[in-house]
Each structure stands twice: as C-alpha cells, then as structure tokens.
C-alpha cells in the first residue's frame, strides 16, 4: 500500500493579477439571460413534466395559496383559472429547454430577449411547438 501525503505542497499562488473596477453597463450584461422563459399557467394540465425532467430542480409548481400565505411576496396573478402558480429560480435555470421539449400541450415557452418592436409583442407561439422568437418588453 503506497503512503500519501496527507498535507500536499500548495501550488504557488499568482501575483500577477491586476484589480480592476468592472463598468457597470459591463456586469448588467453578463448577468442577463439571452432568453426568458414563460409559462402559461392558464393552460397547464398541470402534469408536471417540467418538474421531472428539469436536470437542475429548478422549477416549482405551487399552488395560489402557499404564495398568499408566504411573507414578502405580491399575488402574480388573480385570474381564477390559475390553479398553479411555476416559480422558476432563474439563477440555477440554464434554458437547456428540456422543459419546452417535454410539455404535452406547448405552454412553456423559451423566447430571446430584447427590446420590442414598436407595436408590441403578440406572444403568439409559431410552428416550433413552444419556442417564441419575439421580443420581450
């Protein structure tokens, strides 16, 4: 049986970084995800296939009255068809759309964002079975 080190010398450790201010149009940009994802709670058959296939865990279905009961937080929404309300933690969210692919009824969409054309964005969804390529405002 071979004998190991059990405290192994360090590598060196560099000096030759320079400590710079990073702009702050610099970091709004790389913070931003290229896409947004959205999903139309109205029309969700509520399956939660996007929960179980999501690598990251990173999406939750919650019902409307666990966010009336939480501390902080505003109502999303008050249309009495939403049974369920999606958190998604868009910090652990990478848009690898396997969420979009596994809907049944195409009601997640993952779309680019930038900014609108000047009579809005429709949000229709196109042929590609949940991927919008409009704008978001």
């Known amino acids: 049986m071979a004998k190991t080190d059990a405290n192994p010398p360090l590598p060196a ?10 702009a702050p149009d610099d970091l709004t940009k790389a913070v931003k995800p290229k896409q947004f994802l959205h999903i139309d709670q109205s029309e969700c058959i509520m399956c939660e296939g996007c929960v179980d296939i999501c690598p990251w865990k990173c999406i939750h279905m919650l019902s409307p009255e666990a966010v009336e009961e939480a501390r902080n937080t505003e109502q999303p929404g008050l249309d009495p068809d939403d049974h369920v309300i999606f958190v998604v933690d868009e910090d652990v969210c990478t848009r690898c759309a396997l969420c979009v692919d596994r809907c049944p009824t195409g009601v997640i969409i993952l779309g680019k964002t930038g900014v609108a054309p000047r009579d809005g964005d429709r949000h229709q969804r196109d042929s590609n079975h949940g991927y919008a390529y409009g704008m978001r405002f």
Not at 14 to 22: F, I, N, P
Request: net charge negative.
């Open 13 to 22: 450790f560099r000096d030759d970084y320079v400590l710079q201010e990073v």
